[in-house]
């Protein structure tokens, strides 16, 4: 499965904006797909993951009610609406793809992983 993650940008505090994750190569149907960011100078970590079906969705204490997780799999593409942008949700965003579970998933046990995108969010 190839992976590209689009839609990032500057944007200011407070904003909402929307990332897409198009996947192409096999059926993305078959994996669970989820976002994961890395701030300047830290660690990658994980921000919130869909099931197959896009029924069930995790996310990170960070995320938990300002981001939104979905998936469309006729269009082979997953979303991660952002809403109320914090300075400190500046990173490059990466989606990425997995054969096990969403709590696999979260513990970064990733098949596929795109290119990310740049979100940065100034104050």
């Known amino acids: 499965v190839q992976l590209q993650a689009s839609g990032g940008g500057l944007v200011q505090a407070g904003v909402s904006l929307r990332l897409s994750c198009a996947a192409s190569?096999?059926?993305?149907?078959?994996?669970?797909m989820g976002w994961f960011r890395q701030a300047p100078g830290k660690e990658r970590e994980f921000v919130g993951a869909?099931?197959?079906?896009?029924?069930?969705?995790i996310y990170a204490d960070s995320a938990k009610g300002r981001f939104t997780i979905s998936r469309d799999n006729v269009e082979n593409t997953m979303y991660l609406q952002m809403s109320s942008l914090k300075p400190e949700d500046t990173a490059v965003y990466y989606c990425?793809?997995?054969?096990?579970?969403?709590?696999?998933?979260?513990?970064?046990?990733?098949?596929?992983w795109g290119k990310g995108t740049l979100v940065t969010v100034s104050s």
């Open positions: 990425a793809a997995g054969s096990g579970s969403i709590g696999v998933l979260r513990r970064g046990d990733v098949n596929y």
């Open positions: 190569g096999r059926t993305s149907s078959n994996y669970v």
């Open positions: 869909i099931s197959r079906g896009g029924g069930s969705a």
